[in-house]
């Protein structure tokens, strides 16, 4: 069992005790009325031919306190579309497929690039982006959760949990972050646990206590998936594109509402799902990449509040990681001694090196490239730039799933 101790400046909800799911639920369908809510599964065509996505499916089918669910679909040629679409309405009849690869999609994402909108990295931030579009566009949903569609041991608690502060009429958050241990035999989360939390713990080392570096250190898992946000708040965030969309969604949020809306709900006891690897060789896959992504998006949003990053504050900030990684391994030792837990000292080590290495070379794009990527604007901000387009991007889904 979880404690209930409240640390760090949002609120956190653990799980304390059992409180059955068809409680939960029964409460979350006397707020459905008035607490509209859509479920958004981003799913690559890939995921369709693993056994998370039929278990998933197969525990949404007992949920009815949902608005709607919406797939956002993709590499997925038109055949494979077609047979994806026809599976998930036998299993949610409801069920709305944003297919990014189709036409109509593509015609609207030519319509943005015509009017200089950054939508030209493929990928799950640019597909949550769209699909978040669309939902927003239809007018009559209050809130959106979303969580990843490679669970392999997802049970619809989950869902009730990640939802229930934005619908419970006894709680007042716009915003919620799910999260979760990374334990199956051995520890996992390693870019959380030997890069993340290190790294922002050395940032208050070397450029101070900011607000924001607090707001980041609170959270218990802040590179987790899954997160609940009211619809007023998705209208005026922009998303990165790129792996750094789970931290710039955080510094969007943190920009646009107030800690006290902001909270995590620790969503199960353990979280199963695919591993990504760490290849030093390969910088612009996996770990690597991730960190190299959460590094630039760090280093922007910190600029962007007036933070000087000079080449002394990057070089204090590579030796005070090194040391808080060596510690962080230091303690995860000794947390998996105590649960009997497989833990490879020389691995983790290895990961931290890689995670230095990946921080370097992010820190050699920022110098290089201080401002970067842009990130995808706020719908509010597209909507006036082009005030017909939610409309045809409601026709083009609609017409796709017709």
């Known amino acids: 069992m979880s404690d209930f101790f409240q640390n760090g400046v949002i609120t956190t909800l653990p799980i304390l005790g059992d409180h059955p799911v068809e409680e939960m639920e029964a409460e979350l369908r006397s707020y459905a009325a ?94 949550v982006w769209m699909t978040m ?88 898992y802040p590179l987790a998936g899954e997160f609940a946000i009211h619809s007023h708040l998705a209208e005026s965030v922009r998303i990165a594109p790129d792996w750094g969309l789970e931290i710039s969604t955080l510094g969007e949020v943190y920009q646009n509402t107030s800690l006290k809306r902001i909270c ?34 760090l280093f922007r949003i910190l600029t962007q509040d007036g933070v000087v990053l000079s080449d002394a504050h990057f070089r204090s900030l590579q030796t005070s990681y090194l040391r808080e990684a060596r510690e962080a391994v230091d303690k995860y030792s000794a947390l998996a001694a105590i649960n009997r837990l497989e833990y490879d000292r020389h691995a983790e080590i290895s990961a931290v090196e890689a995670f230095q290495k990946g921080f370097r070379l992010a820190v050699e794009r920022f110098r290089e490239d201080p401002v970067g990527t842009p990130m995808i604007p706020a719908w509010t901000r597209v909507r006036s730039a082009i005030p017909d387009l939610s409309a045809d991007l409601l026709a083009a889904v609609r017409a796709d799933n017709a």
């Open 264 to 297: 995590q709900v620790e969503l199960m006891d353990s979280y199963c799902h695919k591993h990504q690897t760490i290849d030093i060789r390969k910088p612009s896959t996996g770990l690597v990449r991730m960190v190299m992504d959460i590094s630039l998006s």
């Open 34 to 127: 008035i607490s509209k809510i859509a479920l958004l599964l981003p799913a690559l065509v890939t995921e369709f031919e693993g056994p998370a996505m039929k278990k998933i499916l197969k525990q949404l089918q007992g949920v009815d306190y949902l608005h709607q669910v919406v797939v956002s679909l993709d590499r997925a040629e038109r055949a494979q579309f077609v047979e994806i679409r026809d599976y998930l309405r036998r299993r949610l009849p409801a069920v709305q497929v944003v297919w990014h690869d189709g036409p109509r999609l593509q015609a609207i994402y030519e319509r943005l690039r015509g009017e200089d909108f950054p939508v030209d990295m493929p990928g799950k931030g640019q597909s």
């Open 133 to 220: 579009g669309y939902i927003l566009a239809q007018g009559d949903v209050d809130g959106i959760a979303l969580h990843d569609c490679d669970i392999t041991n997802y049970e619809r608690s989950l869902l009730a949990r990640l939802v229930y502060p934005l619908m419970s009429r006894r709680a007042d958050f716009e915003f919620c972050k799910g999260y979760y241990a990374r334990v199956n035999g051995r520890l996992y989360g390693r870019a959380t646990r030997l890069f993340f939390t290190p790294i922002i713990r050395s940032l208050k080392r070397t450029v101070g206590r900011l607000l924001y570096l607090e707001y980041l250190d609170s959270f218990r």
